[in-house]
């Protein structure tokens, strides 16, 4: 197979970062080359999905190309993230433990998966997000979704959750 709509892009340094950029946030969101390839077989035959299908196509090659190149010379560092869960499922290590997470604002498809495998297995744990509380204040916005996840995550299984605030930053 050969890419189609952006054929004569393969070449251009800004078109190249712009999609291996495009590829790693379909990683971190848990969207794989397949997923592209089987969203394609479902979208209807009109014309206006032909240049959609044509751009996902392209999408999903270049992303089967990369990680593959990824994959056999280094190890993909997305896969890293499906290892570490995976792994999680398998073995209870954060039984017994307590967990911090600090410096997020926002989480991607596999941090929550994390997130969510870790809280279940822990004691206790601890996430720190910028803001004053859930709020759907547009600044704040993916800071909300975060709180949003994390509540509904506890809720989903059974944990007990606190908010604590901190009034002033010192």
């Known amino acids: 197979p050969y890419l189609t709509e952006y054929r004569e892009s ?19 969101c848990s969207v794989t080359d397949k997923n592209l390839s089987d969203t394609l077989s479902k979208l209807s035959e009109d014309i206006q999905n032909e240049k959609l ?62 997130i969510s495998r870790i809280a279940c297995d822990a004691d206790d744990v601890y996430v720190t997000l910028s803001g004053k509380g859930v709020t759907d204040d547009e600044i704040f916005g993916r800071t909300a979704d ?17 908010d604590i605030f901190l009034e002033e930053n010192k």
């Open 53 to 114: 299908k044509a751009k996902l196509s392209d999408i999903a090659l270049i992303a089967s190309a990369y990680n593959g190149t990824l994959d056999r010379d280094f190890g993909h560092t997305q896969d890293m993230f499906e290892k570490l869960i995976t792994k999680l499922d398998e073995n209870p290590f954060f039984e017994n433990k307590t967990v911090f997470f600090d410096g997020f604002y926002s989480f991607t498809a596999q941090e929550k998966q994390i």
């Open 146 to 162: 975060s709180a949003h996840f994390l509540e509904k995550t506890a809720k989903d299984h059974g944990i007990e959750i606190s």
């Open 10 to 28: 393969c070449e251009n340094n800004e078109f190249v970062e712009k999609a291996l950029s495009a590829v790693n946030e379909l990683t971190v």
